[in-house]
């Protein structure tokens, strides 16, 4: 399949505003490309350049033809990218969500693992909070991820929760913060910045049933949103900001110099495996395998701070 020529052809001239220009991009003589135009104007009914001394300009037609074109050589080029995704797949390729700290913790040890037992397999990987993880899962960008069980997801989201562990949330803050010394009184915490890793974003709602929840205790704080956790990491350095993280990941931020200053017990978090409803693969299955397995081997000793 290749994209109408009508439209490449149009789309060309429109960039260029200029026919012998965009016939030498089209590598097509410029009285075919002249040709061309005439009999897509002649289809449509209506002019759609304007022939100028120097070139052409696009009518009011052109420009509303313009939107559809180029919607539909977006739609071409996804759909394209669809199918090379689905033959890729087909040879064995596995597309992974993950968070950073999971990543750090059992995920890459199961990747290394899966490719020692196939070497000629291939991976996506995709890093991102749980409602941006979600939703790729659902459009079928992704086989699995990682994260969170989320409680309020929608009933239009078809997905499996597969549980490995739990964990909690603790406070981490850079070991030369004030509160490094070992204070954890919550008014004393509350004073200083939030810093909020890979948070999440409205455009990711769809996925929750009642949308994104609104904490008007944060509304006069200061607050941090950092989309990477290597980039957090460095926030903290920067500035005395307090930041919420998994207990789990106390060991890999404390060789960045950070420092645990509170574990929230009450606040617990069921980290698992989510997939979509009733799409089984073997090779997704297997690495499944390999990640529970190796999920219990590195967190089997970490119950606590």
């Known amino acids: ?26 590598y097509i003589s410029q009285p075919s490309l002249t ?39 977006e739609h071409y080029f996804a759909l394209k990218h669809q199918f090379n995704d689905m033959q890729q797949r087909q040879f064995g390729k596995v597309k992974i969500g993950t968070g950073e700290v999971w990543w750090e913790g059992f995920v890459k040890r199961s990747v290394m693992d899966y490719q020692a037992i196939h070497p000629a ?8 909070n749980n409602l941006s993880l979600l939703h790729h899962l659902i459009q079928g960008d992704i086989d699995l991820f990682i994260g969170h069980e989320v409680s309020d997801l929608s009933e239009s989201c078809r997905v499996a929760f597969q549980p490995l562990f739990q964990d909690f949330e603790a406070l981490y803050v850079s070991n030369r913060h004030p509160l490094a ?8 915490i509350s004073d200083y910045p939030l810093l909020r890793v890979t948070p999440n974003h409205p455009r990711h709602q769809s996925v929750l049933l009642n949308g994104l ?20 990491i460095d926030m903290l350095h920067i500035t005395q900001a307090v930041m919420p993280y998994s207990h ?26 989510y997939t979509k409803q009733g799409e089984a693969k073997r090779n997704v299955d297997e690495l499944i395998e ?3 397995s190796n999920a219990d ?3 089997a000793n970490v119950n606590s701070l």
């Open 121 to 128: 397999s291939s991976f996506h990987l995709e890093f991102g």
């Open 297 to 299: 081997i590195a967190y």
């Open 290 to 292: 390999l990640l529970k």
């Open 248 to 273: 789990r990941a106390q060991e890999w931020l404390t060789r960045h110099d950070l420092v645990a200053i509170h574990l929230d017990d009450e606040k617990i978090g069921n980290i698992g495996i």
């Open 181 to 188: 010394t070992g204070i954890t009184n919550n008014g004393v």
């Open 213 to 232: 929840p609104h904490d008007e205790l944060l509304d006069e704080r200061i607050i941090y949103d950092v989309d990477s956790v290597m980039a957090s």
């Open 1 to 26: 399949m290749a994209l109408n020529k009508s439209i490449k052809y149009f789309l060309a001239v429109a960039k260029h505003g200029n026919i012998k220009r965009a016939s030498d991009e089209l």
């Open 35 to 73: 040709a061309a135009i005439k009999k897509l104007e002649s289809e449509m009914g209506a002019p759609l350049f304007n022939r100028l001394s120097k070139g052409v300009e696009l009518t009011a037609y052109g420009l509303k033809f313009r939107e559809f074109a180029q919607e539909q050589q």
